[in-house]
């Protein structure tokens, strides 16, 4: 079994039913093991458009890399994704941020994520989940790319442990 962290968003309809469709539906391929608080964040890359929510969840599975991302994209669409543009609005959004300490540079999958140290809603709260985190490529502690990132996350929900 491997550890691994993956990012959810969503800001379409109702938000936290898409994410928490999202969740059960991950159990298929793994087992959550945390989940950060849920935070609404500002539209990152096609800034016109509704808040989202967002959140990491630290996830152990069976699945290669490879699979994992498959996966991810059939969760999504079982959870009611529907094609729209790059950056656009979506029902939901799941993302692998880290696996392991694997480096993935493929034309389809890049792990570590390259907007990792980017995006506040991807960063703070992997790091509330675990803040001992190393950037696999750059051998640092991810908090220290965190003290040069602004924080404008704004809380929204909690879930129970799973």
């Known amino acids: 079994m491997s ?3 993956v990012a959810f968003g969503s800001n379409v309809g109702d938000r936290l039913q898409y994410v928490l469709r999202a969740l059960e539906l991950l159990k298929r ?3 959550v093991k945390k989940v950060s608080t849920i ?3 500002q539209p990152w890359g096609k800034t016109d458009q509704p808040e989202f929510i967002n959140g990491v ?3 152990e599975t069976g699945l290669n890399p490879i699979e994992l991302l498959f996966a991810l994209k059939e969760v999504e669409k079982s959870s009611g994704r529907r094609p729209r543009e790059r950056w656009g609005p979506r029902e939901i959004d799941l993302d692998i941020l880290l696996y392991e300490n694997h480096i993935l540079m493929l034309s389809f999958l ?4 390259p907007h990792l140290l980017d995006r506040d809603f991807f960063l703070f709260p992997l790091l ?3 803040s001992e985190l190393m950037h696999p490529l750059y051998q ?3 908090i220290q790319f965190a003290q040069r990132l602004e924080n404008r996350l704004e809380p ?3 879930l129970l442990p799973p």
Do not use: D, K, Q, T
């Open 3 to 5: 550890l691994c962290y």
């Open 29 to 31: 391929y793994g087992s």
């Open 39 to 41: 935070y609404v964040s």
């Open 57 to 59: 969840l630290e996830f």
């Open 110 to 113: 890049r792990v570590p994520h």
């Open 128 to 130: 509330e989940i675990n």
């Open 140 to 142: 640092v502690p991810l």
């Open 156 to 158: 929204f929900a909690c």
